[in-house]
Nanobody, 121 residues
Framework: QVQLVESGGGSVQPGGSLRLSCVAS????????MGWYRQAPGKERELVAR???????IGADSVKGRFTISRDNAKNTVYLQMNSLKPEDTAVYYCYLLYRNTWSSPWLPIWGQGTLVTVSS
């Protein structure tokens, strides 16, 4: 069984910063892509940023230049550094990763429980 534990969410004023962390534990042989998605009230879940096993990243246009995704493979952890936060960044942020638990297993997706980020003055 694999679990994701997210941390780092909270309330911040516009222009502030937060750093989200997501640690994966359990029966993991290898992790492929890792990423962060978010879902604002009344909206669909959307990709924020994703990082491949090799370190290549993609991000939503709305967060480019403000958010940075990174990963620590030794710790099975993905981070999201969020700077210059805006009220429109308010959402529940979900960690996501693609893993397999043996070398021959299929890749499986798993989601974190979500962490709330509120940007408000």
């Amino acid at each position: 069984q694999v679990q994701l534990v997210e941390s780092g969410g909270g309330s911040v004023q516009p222009g502030g910063s937060l750093r989200l962390s997501c640690v994966a534990s359990g029966s993991i042989f290898e992790i492929n892509a890792m990423g962060w998605y978010r879902q604002a009230p009344g909206k669909e879940r959307e990709l924020v940023a994703r990082i491949s096993s090799g370190g290549s990243t993609i991000g939503a246009d709305s967060v480019k230049g403000r958010f940075t995704i990174s990963r620590d493979n030794a710790k099975n952890t993905v981070y999201l550094q969020m700077n210059s936060l805006k009220p429109e960044d308010t959402a529940v942020y979900y960690c996501y990763l693609l893993y397999r638990n043996t070398w021959s297993s299929p890749w499986l997706p798993i989601w974190g429980q979500g962490t709330l980020v509120t940007v408000s003055s």
